[in-house]
């Protein structure tokens, strides 16, 4: 106890130079913590990207590429799926439901997409939540499009307002002669439904009624009201959702697509392809949490450098205290406490950082980058990184203490000659 | 020990484009896939392994050892729950169990022994089918645990049977979704807490 006063005192007595160390402490466990929360955020919100889906059908390439395409909108898919072999999957007795997923046209920078209205049903995410409709409705008509809340804050677009779909991506030639109307607005999700445009398959090909080899065939103008007589039967789909009827068929389902005879085919298990995914983009995280772990070191080191200049200062006070009675262990307990208490007030100090800046960002962060951080209480994980930030810093100044331990024994008791 | 990456010569040909349709399944000695479907109180599971993972050959049974060594490799496959050791508190019982050995030459027989004779490639294939063949055990089994939710690991006693296998891939799909794992004969036990 006597020796916790005098550490307490102590460190009162250097408040300065303590309270730099601790700062610095505070920051790197803060950057620590902050980026391990980070990492956990963007993996949880990766995982919750698409959930209820049990298989994602699209041509025969790689799982992460299927994923890809269909999920995140990355990249383009190899190949479309031709209706008939949808056809096919979809009247399988185990497949419960199947949505068609179309891609390949875009407005402004924000994909279209062509699906069913079954999808506003069956797509879910962050763990079985569904798409909600902020404002106006689903699609009722052929030229209706329901688009995703970025899409309607960056061009500020409103419901009813006319929208003309882009044939291609990042195309000049636009489907300017049909105009889709803005039916509905959906609520942000912080997946990249987000960052879709929703049109019906139908649509898809009405657009494309006048389009033959990424240009308009001259001269050749149907009308809209001509288009709605129309077959629009898409030919192909660009890939699939799929739920099976239950879990048990899973795998004979799968098994069945990816053996499909008469078109290559591709099912994948969507948390196996995120997992895999995962793996690749978790390469970059590891080496951020690499980096802020090295910043928590320089800290702890700069504590040691701290007190091994301070131990010069401090030759007469180890004097005096060895002059009273003190053995030199107690000198070496103190300082080691000394230091373990600088690292719990910088580590404590870094961790009400981290909920200060939590606070102040989680909105920021959730409307940016729709990355939800939760504010909760310190992970087991988190306090670990606690516990050893306190534990490395009483090891760290044992180095220091166990010199002054040395030189206690006889240092600044004799005049120096 | 090198790692073999090896394709099977497997034909799997739909009953109508038999000539058409041609599929290379994957092949990889030493590690096996295994599939677990839980719904309710079943659990379905499916396990693929490479012949030389359990038998350490791949070649046609040439004598009355390796007949043996097929044989007692089925009938170990035949029994899952000493092979995947579930806790006790899950309380599961086989329904149904099946395991059988599948090589090329197999496939051959069941999907189109029909077409033998008009492919020139085969038959040659076949004459040095001894040297390049690939075969693969597959098992099939459907457990009921009243108490799925105490699966909260289960143990491979399986590598410990199977001294050539290294490595178990495994996917589990289940209501919550699919999730896959890998398990080694380092670490032979599967962690589940929290899936079901």
Not at chain 1, 148 to 156: C, E, P, R
Not at chain 1, 311 to 332: C, Q, S, T, V, W
Request: aromatic fraction near 6%; charged fraction near 20%.
């Amino acid at each position: 106890m006597l020796i916790l006063r005098l550490a307490i005192a102590s460190l009162f007595a250097r408040a300065l130079t303590v309270g730099m160390t601790t700062l610095a402490i505070a920051l790197s466990v803060a950057l620590f913590l902050g980026v391990e929360k980070i990492r956990t955020g963007a993996k949880a919100s990766f995982a919750d990207t698409i959930s209820g889906t049990d298989l994602i059908v699209g041509a025969r390439s790689g799982s992460v590429q299927l994923l890809l395409y269909s999920v995140f909108r990355i990249g383009n898919a190899t190949n479309n799926v031709t209706w008939e072999s949808y056809q096919d999957i979809a009247a399988r007795p185990d497949v419960e439901w199947i949505v068609p997923i179309s891609l390949g046209d875009s407005h402004r920078q924000f994909r279209v997409m062509g699906t069913s209205v079954a999808f506003f049903d069956h797509y879910k995410y962050r763990q079985g939540r569904d798409l909600a409709v902020a404002e106006g409705a689903i699609m009722s008509d052929l030229f209706d499009a329901v688009i995703g809340a970025d899409v309607a804050k960056t061009l500020n677009y409103s419901i009813n307002d006319p929208i003309i779909v882009a044939h291609g991506i990042a195309s000049f030639k636009e489907h300017d002669d049909q105009p889709f109307r803005i039916s509905g607005i959906l609520e942000k999700t912080g997946t990249p439904v987000d960052r879709t445009v929703i049109v019906s398959m139908e649509a898809i090909e009405a657009i494309h009624v006048d389009w033959q080899g990424g240009g308009r065939i001259p001269g050749q103008s149907t009308p809209v009201e001509q288009i709605r007589q129309m077959d629009l039967t898409p030919k192909a789909v660009t890939a699939a959702l799929v739920g099976v009827e239950s879990p048990l068929q899973t795998f004979s389902l799968q098994r069945a697509i990816n053996n499909y005879p008469e078109e290559p085919l591709l099912a994948v298990l969507p948390g196996v392809a995120l997992q895999e995914l995962w793996a690749i983009v978790g390469v970059a995280e590891t080496a951020l949490l690499a980096v802020s772990g090295m910043v928590v070191v320089t800290a702890l080191i700069g504590m040691m450098a701290t007190m091994f200049s301070a131990l010069n200062e401090r030759r007469r006070e180890m004097a005096i205290f060895r002059a009273m009675g003190a053995r030199p262990n107690m000198i070496l307990s103190m300082l080691v406490l000394e230091a373990a208490l600088t690292a719990t007030f910088g580590a404590l100090l870094g961790l009400s950082l981290l909920y200060l800046g939590l606070v102040i960002a989680q909105p920021i962060i959730d409307s940016a980058y729709g990355l939800w951080l939760p504010i909760e209480f310190p992970s087991t994980r988190e306090l670990a990184v606690f516990l050893g930030v306190v534990v490395a810093g009483a090891i760290v100044s044992l180095v220091p203490a166990l010199r002054a331990y040395r030189l206690s024994l006889a240092d600044g008791m004799l005049p120096k000659t | 020990m090198k790692r073999t990456l090896a394709i099977s010569t497997i034909l799997l040909a739909g009953p109508l484009l038999a000539e058409d349709t041609r599929q290379l399944d994957a092949h990889e000695h030493g590690v096996g896939e295994l599939n677990i479907a839980i719904d309710g109180t079943t659990l379905a599971m499916e396990l693929h392994a490479p012949g030389a993972d359990i038998v350490g050959f791949e070649y046609k049974a040439k004598s009355e050892e390796d007949r043996k060594a097929i044989d007692s490799g089925v009938a170990t496959l035949a029994r899952p729950l000493e092979l995947f050791v579930f806790p006790a508190a899950a309380e599961c019982n086989v329904t149904q169990a099946s395991a059988a050995l599948e090589s090329e030459d197999d496939h051959h027989d069941h999907d189109h022994g029909h077409d033998h004779e008009h492919h020139d490639e085969h038959a040659e294939h076949e004459e040095h089918a001894e040297e390049t063949t690939h075969s693969e055990f597959h098992a099939e089994y459907n457990l009921n645990c009243s108490d799925p939710s105490a699966i909260s690991e289960i143990t491979f006693a399986y590598f410990e049977a199977f001294p050539n296998a290294r490595e178990l891939e495994i996917q589990i799909a289940s209501a919550s979704g699919a999730q896959s794992f890998e398990v080694t004969r380092e670490q032979p036990t599967l962690d589940l807490r929290g899936m079901f």
